[in-house]
């Protein structure tokens, strides 16, 4: 049985549709992350780093989201949820999650986890202040170089898809018109369209 630990909002949707679309077997733990219990005690000892998404399966516990992923994808090879067989095509989708948890992520959190890089107010306020601009930024080279359409990749839906789903919902928060990016924009409600991304966010709401 695999079980994901997930908070609403966050990028743990991501692996929440991607459970979805699987077909796979699956349970949901909500942490409360306005509480702090990703710090928890007992969160810790499943997850040291703090964070969501976790998935426990029988062989341990996979954090990363590309990870996670990938590793839904392998265990569910008639879904179609990656070019398992092709290198090359695999590569290049790993290279697109790489850029949106390294880069893409990474603007987000500046802005509601500036805590991160800087203790001075003014540093805060000013990483704040440079969000908007880094995610239009990254969405710009997402849109100009990376994504095929309909999907990120092209005529195949795969777990790119929903991990960039993540970072559109994210640009209006980020003070972003996601309407300035037509592929992007077009991808979100294309997503809101499939079933499991339906019930993906029927059970973030339950
Ligand atoms: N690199 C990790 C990032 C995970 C992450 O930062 N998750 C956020 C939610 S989007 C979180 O758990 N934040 C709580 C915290 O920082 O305390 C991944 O891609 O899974």
């Known amino acids: 049985m695999l079980t994901l630990y997930f908070a609403p909002g966050t990028c743990a949707l991501a692996s929440l549709i991607t459970l979805e679309e699987s077909g796979l077997s699956f349970d949901t733990k909500n942490i409360n992350t306005r509480e702090n219990e990703q710090r928890s005690e007992a969160y810790l000892k499943i997850n040291p780093k703090g964070r969501v998404p976790a998935l426990a399966t029988d062989r341990g516990v996979l954090t990363e989201t590309p990870a996670i992923l990938a590793y839904i994808a392998q265990m569910a090879p008639a879904a179609r949820l990656a070019p398992l067989d092709d290198p090359f095509e695999f590569a290049r989708l790993q290279a697109f999650n790489g850029y949106i948890t390294s880069t893409v992520h ?13 203790d001075d107010q003014a540093a805060l306020e000013s990483m704040k202040a440079k969000v908007p601009q880094n995610m239009a930024e990254s969405f710009e080279l997402i849109e100009s170089t990376m994504f095929e359409g309909p ?44 079933p499991a991304v339906q019930r993906a966010l029927a059970r973030e709401k339950a």
């Open 106 to 118: 990474v603007n987000h959190a500046h802005r509601p986890r500036g805590f991160r890089w800087a």
């Open 151 to 194: 999907w990120v990749l092209g005529e195949a839906y795969t777990i790119a898809d929903p991990y960039l789903f993540v970072m559109t919902g994210w640009l209006p928060s980020d003070g972003v018109d996601p309407a300035r990016f037509p592929k992007a924009h077009e991808h979100y409600a294309r997503m809101l369209e499939r």
